[in-house]
């Protein structure tokens, strides 16, 4: 499987972006999905998560900001609103073959990765 990002950019505090991820390959392989972010510097961090069983998780930074969503042809989505400067990082694209509905939000659930997009909120 194959995961290609793509809505990162610059916008200021308050602002809104909205990120995308299609893949390619085999369509089970992505039962689960996810968006992480990474901080140079600092550990990986699982941002939402969604599944085919319609289960949807969201760290608790961004509850009540971001929203997760899938459409038909299987592209990821997250809608970021009311960004902040901490929000800043590379937002990383996952998905998993598996049901398990533990562990959704981390990445060791995962077995296929983007490459990434630059995501940076200025004051």
């Known amino acids: 499987v194959q995961l290609v990002e793509s809505g990162g950019g610059s916008v200021q505090a308050g602002g809104s972006l909205r990120l995308s991820c299609t893949p390619s390959g085999l369509f089970y392989e992505t039962y689960c999905m996810a968006w992480f972010r990474q901080v140079p510097g600092k550990e990986r961090e699982g941002v939402a998560s969604i599944a085919r069983d319609g289960l949807t998780y969201y760290a608790d930074f961004v509850k009540g900001r971001f929203a997760i969503s899938r459409d038909d042809a299987n592209t990821l989505y997250l809608q970021m609103n009311s960004l902040e400067r901490e929000d800043s990082a590379v937002y990383y694209c996952?998905?998993?073959?598996?049901?398990?509905?533990?562990?959704?939000?981390?990445?060791?659930?995962?077995?296929?990765w983007g490459q990434g997009t630059q995501v940076t909120v200025s004051l």
């Open positions: 996952a998905s998993s073959p598996y049901r398990s509905r533990n562990n959704r939000l981390q990445g060791e659930s995962y077995k296929y």
